[in-house]
C-alpha cells in the first residue's frame, strides 16, 4: 500500500491507513482521512508547472488544478500521457482554476489601509461555476470516476450544488443536491435546476441538509462530494500552488480566507503542511479564517468564548465533548446560523478538526465580521472591477479589521481569496440603493 497513494487518519495517536479505492471518509476511530503521496515531489517540478502555462492545446496544462497534477496524482497516472490524463482526470475543458491568480486591487488596499504593492486578493470566482468549489469538484469526480459511482450527491449553501450538477451533467452523472429551504441565492439554486440536478429541499438549516444527505449516500451507494471528501481537498490545494507560484513560490505573510464549512482552511493547511515537508518552502503564511458574527462557530471555540474552554488541534486530540457541548446548547436554545452571507451560514462547520490543525501549523488566527462589514468589503471589490459574492467581502473586511488592531502590518505580504462571485443580485441592489452605506451608488432619479 506505501508504494501507492492512501488515505490516512488524522490523528497521530491512530495513523490507520486505507486504500483509495472506496468512498471511506472517516477513520474507524471517528477522525477524518487524508490522501498521502509515500513519495516527496521534487521542486524542480515548478519550472514544469510555468511551461505548462502555455498550455499548447493540452487542457490538462490549461487547468489551474490540473497543470499541478504531480501533486495531487492519486490516481497514479503517468502525468506527461494526454491519454491517460483524458482517461481518468476529469476537467471542464481546463477551464477550472484557469483564471485565477492574485490581482492587486487599489482601492480594496485603501480600505484596508494596506500597501497597495503588498496586498493581493485572488478571485475563484472565475471559475466555471462561479466559485472555488469547482477546483475540489473536478479531484472529487475524478475520484468517482475511478470507483465507477456515477451519482453525486451533496448538501449546499449553493455553490457546491452549482458545481456538482456541472460537473455531473458534463460527465452524464446523476446528481442529487440537499439545499435548506429558502437559505440559497436564488442564481446558485437556478444553477443547479439548469445543469439538471434533482434539488431536495430541507426544512433546516445546511447541517440538517448535510445529515440528510449522508444518509442518503450510505443508504444508495452515491458518493458525497462535500468537503468531508479528501479528494475535494486535494483540488482546494490548487488555491493555494497558484497564489504561491505568483510570488515565485516564496510564501506571503498571511493567507485569508472566509469560513463556513472550512474546508478551505482544511485544504490550505494541507498544502503548506505538505510543501514545508517536501521541503519547497520554509516560511508557513499565518493563515486568518474569518466567520461572519452570526455564523461563528469557529470563531467562539477557538478563542475560548464558549464556558471559557479554548479549542486547539492538541496534537490530534481536539476536546470533542466541548464541540458537542456547544452544538447541545445551541440545538437546545434554538440558536441557528444566520446571516446574509450565505455561503458561509454554517452552524457546524464539518471540517472543524482539520480546520484546527490549520491553524495550529499557520500560527493562524480566527475573527468574526459584521454583515454590515462584508457588505463593504464586497462593494470595494466592485469598484476594482472585479466581482464577489457577500462571503468573500469578509476577506477584505477582515484584514482591514486586524490592520486597526496592529496585528497585520500594512507592509506584510497578505493574500486574501474571495471564494466566488456574486450570485444574489438583490443584495448589491440593495446595498446600493441605501445611500447611508460606506460605498453607495444609489440611482439618480430625473
Known amino acids: 500500500m506505501t508504494d501507492n497513494p492512501f488515505k490516512k487518519c488524522i490523528n497521530p495517536s491512530c495513523n490507520l491507513v486505507y486504500d483509495i479505492d472506496n468512498t471511506t471518509h472517516t477513520c474507524k476511530c471517528g477522525s477524518f482521512l487524508d490522501v498521502v503521496y509515500p513519495s516527496s515531489p521534487s521542486r524542480e517540478?515548478?519550472?514544469i508547472f510555468s511551461i505548462r502555462r502555455n498550455p499548447k492545446g493540452n487542457i490538462f496544462n490549461e487547468s489551474g488544478v490540473w497543470r499541478f497534477r504531480e501533486l495531487i496524482n492519486f490516481a497514479g497516472i503517468d502525468t506527461e500521457d494526454f491519454q491517460q490524463c483524458s482517461k481518468v482526470l476529469v476537467s471542464m475543458d481546463g477551464s477550472e482554476g484557469r483564471q485565477s491568480k492574485p490581482y492587486k486591487m487599489s482601492k480594496v488596499s485603501e480600505y484596508a489601509n494596506m500597501d497597495p504593492e503588498c496586498m493581493f486578493l485572488q478571485p475563484e470566482g472565475y471559475n466555471p461555476s462561479g466559485s472555488f468549489k469547482?477546483?475540489?469538484?473536478?479531484?472529487a469526480v475524478t475520484h468517482a470516476k475511478m470507483l465507477k459511482i456515477y451519482r453525486l450527491i451533496c448538501a449546499s449553501t449553493g455553490n457546491t450544488s452549482a458545481s456538482a450538477a456541472m460537473y455531473a451533467a458534463n460527465e452524464n452523472m446523476e446528481c442529487e443536491v440537499f439545499v435548506p429551504k429558502g437559505e440559497i441565492a436564488?442564481?446558485?439554486l437556478g444553477q443547479a435546476f439548469q445543469f439538471g440536478a434533482q434539488v431536495v429541499q430541507i426544512d433546516g438549516d445546511f447541517d440538517d441538509a448535510l445529515s440528510h444527505s449522508l444518509k442518503v449516500a450510505n443508504e444508495s451507494g452515491g458518493y458525497?462530494?462535500?468537503?468531508?471528501?479528501?479528494?475535494?481537498i486535494e483540488g482546494q490545494k490548487t488555491i493555494i500552488y497558484r497564489a504561491l507560484e505568483y510570488l515565485d513560490w516564496h510564501p506571503p505573510d498571511w493567507i485569508v480566507y472566509p469560513g463556513g464549512a472550512l474546508g478551505n482552511t482544511s485544504s490550505c493547511g494541507k498544502a503548506l503542511m505538505e510543501l514545508v515537508n517536501w521541503g519547497w518552502i520554509k516560511k508557513v503564511p499565518r493563515l486568518l479564517v474569518i466567520n461572519?458574527?452570526?455564523a461563528n462557530t469557529f470563531y467562539e471555540l477557538t478563542n475560548g468564548l464558549y464556558d471559557g474552554r479554548k479549542l486547539e488541534w492538541n496534537d490530534g486530540k481536539p476536546d470533542i465533548e466541548l464541540i458537542r457541548d456547544y452544538y447541545y446548547e445551541r440545538d437546545r436554545k434554538g440558536i441557528k446560523a444566520k446571516t446574509k452571507a450565505t455561503a458561509i451560514q454554517i452552524g457546524k462547520p464539518a471540517n472543524i478538526v482539520k480546520a484546527l490543525r490549520a491553524i495550529e501549523f499557520t500560527k493562524g488566527m480566527v475573527i468574526e465580521v459584521s454583515d454590515e462589514e462584508m457588505s463593504d468589503g464586497m462593494a470595494v471589490v466592485g469598484l476594482n472591477g472585479f466581482d464577489c459574492e457577500m462571503?468573500?467581502?469578509a476577506v477584505p473586511a477582515g484584514i482591514r479589521k486586524l490592520r486597526k488592531e496592529?496585528?497585520?502590518?500594512?507592509d506584510d505580504i497578505v493574500i486574501g481569496i474571495l471564494t466566488g462571485k456574486q450570485k444574489d443580485p438583490n443584495l448589491s441592489i440593495s446595498y446600493h440603493m441605501d445611500s447611508g452605506n460606506k460605498f453607495a451608488n444609489p440611482p439618480m432619479t430625473k
Open 406 to 410: 496592529g496585528v497585520i502590518r500594512r
Open 134 to 139: 469547482d477546483n475540489g469538484m473536478t479531484t
Open 292 to 294: 461572519a458574527i452570526g
Open 186 to 188: 436564488p442564481g446558485k
Open 45 to 47: 517540478l515548478t519550472e
Open 391 to 393: 462571503a468573500s467581502g
Open 224 to 232: 458525497t462530494v462535500n468537503s468531508i471528501n479528501p479528494f475535494r
